[in-house]
């Protein structure tokens, strides 16, 4: 694949380009983390923004961890350009928790049974979590989560579409 280099960074010209610049404000973080989770291991795009984006960069890393890489390609003062990409070899991962009656949430053990354990709890598998993410970012985002009964297994993407203003991030229908 053909790489060109932007101030001394090789980049894939193949990748994708979002260019938040024609995007309204209120789409763009929801865009962005989609983007980011739906990145495979090596796989990046380039973001170019009319401003810094560091504060992004800080929900980036409370969100995904070490599973994703930021490197600035060019910083303003009228363009910026990030390339965000997945590490070689960041492979996503699966927690198991344990989820009350009342939505408080603890990391199960492994080999813990699936489905209701007997107590008014259920454990549940929080699947396809994006390599580096802290078990407490998964326990945060699914505090308060009474997943419908029979729910087994939870897509962190729907813990994500959760926090950012989905009422169950799709788990009710």
């Not at 309204?24 to 401003?51: A, E, K, M, T, W």
């Not at 990391?107 to 078990?135: F, I, Y």
């Amino acid at each position: 694949m053909p790489t060109t280099t932007l101030h001394g960074t090789r980049t894939t010209q193949a990748e994708p380009v979002l260019d938040l610049r024609a995007i309204p404000p209120y789409q763009r973080h929801q865009l962005i983390f989609q983007s980011v989770q739906d990145l495979n291991p090596g796989d990046g795009f380039s973001l170019v923004n009319d401003h810094d984006p560091r504060p992004l960069h800080h929900q980036l890393l409370s969100l995904f961890g070490a599973g994703f890489s930021w490197e600035y390609l060019q910083q303003g003062p009228e363009v910026w350009q990030v390339r965000i990409a997945r590490p070689e070899g960041a492979a996503a991962t699966s927690l198991r928790v344990r989820i009350a009656r009342n939505g408080d949430v603890a990391v199960a053990a492994d080999d813990a049974r699936l489905g209701p354990d007997g107590s008014g709890a259920s454990v549940c598998e929080v699947t396809d979590c994006p390599p580096g993410t802290l078990q407490a970012d998964v326990l945060s985002l699914l505090q308060g989560v009474i997943p419908p009964a029979g729910t087994v297994s939870i897509a962190y993407e729907r813990l994500l579409a959760r926090r950012n203003g989905s009422c169950c991030g799709g788990m009710c229908g």
